[in-house]
């Protein structure tokens, strides 16, 4: 029941993207990840005996499969390799959470959260643990390695767990015990600028060869074509803007659609047979491709459209 309630949440946070990308706000969102693996740490006991350390701290579910510490004073520690984000944007913080108890309270600390990133263990502040289950929780907006803005290579390769010793001393038998770790990325994402985007031919024939496929792109009010950077267009994240054969320069064109005197479109033309070879690669005419253009503009704002072509196979034709 608790995972269901924990995938609506997941499901809300994807919703509440979705409206701040059409909106173009720069929100912030939060991607939550959980152990999916044993790290570089394994020093606490499972229970029940014969779970393994990371299963059982991937679910909220109190003393039913946790990790322990009952027999030293010392600090032991658990990592655990995490899930990776299929996000983009910039990374605002990262908090490791752990839900933990001890069995009496007081005596002394009895919990640190722990990360690792770029082969370092950072520990949160000892904490005195409560007797019932509690959440604790430490934030680095700043990856503490490289005090730079955590990066999403930073992200996929961390490992976060736990650290416990005994909380409270003899005449009981203490112990504290953990049973689940998380770590929360918040972070700010990418904007896309919604392009309209024309390819022409609007039929494109596989065995035909001659004239270059041209694309026609326009942008939403408030953005200006000629701020696009030519070299940064990609059809379909695989093929690039072609060179001119006159100038060997970048094959592109400034337009003014409506006649207003402003340029209002980026004409560019991609290598025919690229194309022909790319959507040989996606589809078997005849039928249909929908082919996507993405770039930047020169202040790395991204931009992205897409146009829908028939595609045929007549040889001889055009
Ligand atoms: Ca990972
Ligand atoms: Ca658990
Ligand atoms: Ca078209
Ligand atoms: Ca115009």
Same mark, same amino acid.
């Given at each position: &029941? ?16 979705? @409206? ?31 779970? @393994? ?15 322990? &510490? ?10 655990? %390799? ?58 680095? &907006? ?26 409270? +001393? ?14 929360? +990325? ?20 596989? %065995? %035909?060869?001659?004239?270059? +496929? ?26 690039? +803007? ?14 003014? %659609? ?8 980026? &004409? ?51």
């Amino acid at each position: &029941m608790k995972n269901h309630s924990k995938n609506k949440k997941i499901l809300l946070i994807l919703a509440v993207s979705l @409206v701040i990308a059409v909106a173009g706000s720069t929100s912030a969102n939060q991607v939550i990840l959980y152990p999916d693996g044993e790290g570089d740490l394994t020093e606490l006991t499972p229970k029940p005996v014969g779970s @393994v350390n990371w299963v059982n701290m991937t679910t909220d579910d109190g003393d039913a499969t946790f990790i322990e &510490m009952a027999s030293t004073l010392n600090w032991r520690t658990d990592l655990y %390799s995490l899930g990776n984000p299929a996000v983009s944007g910039t990374i605002n913080s990262v908090t490791v959470y752990v839900k933990a108890r001890s069995r009496e309270v007081g005596g002394q600390t009895g919990l640190r959260t722990a990360v690792q990133t770029e082969g370092t263990i950072y520990y949160g502040n000892e904490e005195t643990l409560a007797g019932t289950y509690a959440t604790y929780c430490t934030t680095y &907006m700043a990856n503490p390695g490289t005090a730079d803005a955590w990066t999403w290579d930073e992200i996929d390769a961390l490992q976060a767990g736990v650290s416990l010793r005994r909380s409270t +001393v003899p005449p009981t038998t203490p112990w504290s015990r953990a049973t689940q770790v998380w770590v929360v +990325v918040d972070y700010t994402p990418t904007v896309i600028v919604a392009a309209s985007v024309d390819i022409d031919p609007d039929r494109l024939n596989l %065995s %035909s060869k001659g004239e270059p +496929v041209t694309c026609y792109i326009q942008l939403p009010e408030g953005y200006d074509v000629a701020d696009i950077d030519v070299s940064s267009i990609l059809l379909d994240d695989e093929i690039s +803007v072609a060179l001119n054969p006159g100038t060997g320069l970048l094959w592109y064109d400034l337009q003014d %659609s409506d006649g207003d005197g402003i340029d209002d479109t980026l &004409m560019v033309k991609f290598d025919r047979q690229e194309v022909i070879d790319y959507i040989k690669t996606l589809i078997t005419p005849p039928a249909d491709v929908t082919l996507t253009v993405m770039g930047e503009l020169t202040d790395e704002t991204q931009f992205e459209g897409s146009d829908t072509i028939g595609v045929i196979d007549e040889p001889g034709g055009n």
